[in-house]
């Protein structure tokens, strides 16, 4: 017979140095997992606002008649109201898409033959959308031409810690051509 021992299981001191390098390496992935997810957040917030921009642009043309995209505080009310005023600035709480039938250009009202086309929720993990121009837009409104009577803005989109680089910048024409900056800095004219 042979005295040869079978080990089964660890010793103490590579449990100690497995757990070191966990806690090592948890502490470094953490954070840039954060930064990661965020930065994520904010992208996909800017693609949702960008895609209902030109989504009202096109029922504008569609329909023949003026499309509204504005800001509100109950976008998944059955009628939802546009918000006004810079206390609702923020964009992330929701809004809604709707063809404006009477041409009224005040909110939704079925009555007289508007109709809903969409209605965005509030954002999920996000720092806010907010006017960066000199006035604050509330709404989009779109002609049948696909051209809005309202001039050009820019929208800032922040993530959930305000950290300053993962900010985003969208630039709206006059044309309602929506397009990303790359510099905060820069002009929506240029």
């Known amino acids: 017979m042979s ?29 840039a997992m954060r930064d990661i997810i965020e930065k994520n957040a904010v992208t996909s ?13 096109s029922e504008a043309i569609k329909s023949g008649a003026p499309a509204v995209m504005c800001r509100s505080a109950n976008p998944e009310s059955g009628a939802p109201t546009c918000a006004t005023g810079t206390a609702t600035a923020n964009w992330a709480r929701g809004w809604s898409v709707y063809v ?5 250009d005040s909110n939704y009202n079925p ?22 121009g000199s006035s604050v837009v509330d709404k989009f409104t779109f002609r049948p031409t696909g051209l809005m009577r309202t001039g050009a803005s820019k929208f800032e989109f922040k993530s959930n810690s305000l950290d300053d680089q993962q900010k985003r910048f969208v630039c709206i024409s006059p044309y309602g ?3 990303i900056l790359i510099d905060g800095t820069a002009s929506c004219a240029s």
Not at 9 to 19: A, D, K, N, Y
Not at 52 to 57: Q, V
Not at 111 to 123: E, H, N, V
């Open 3 to 31: 005295n040869f021992q079978i080990n089964r299981g660890f010793t103490l001191i590579e449990l100690v140095i497995v757990v070191a390098i966990a806690a090592i390496l948890a502490t470094v992935g953490i954070p």
């Open 177 to 179: 051509r929506a397009r």
């Open 45 to 57: 917030h800017m693609n949702t606002f960008m895609a209902s921009i030109r989504f009202a642009r």
């Open 100 to 104: 404006n039938r009477d041409s009224d």
């Open 111 to 132: 009555t007289a033959g508007d109709y809903l086309l969409k209605a965005q929720g509030s954002l999920v993990n996000s720092g806010g959308i907010s006017n960066t």
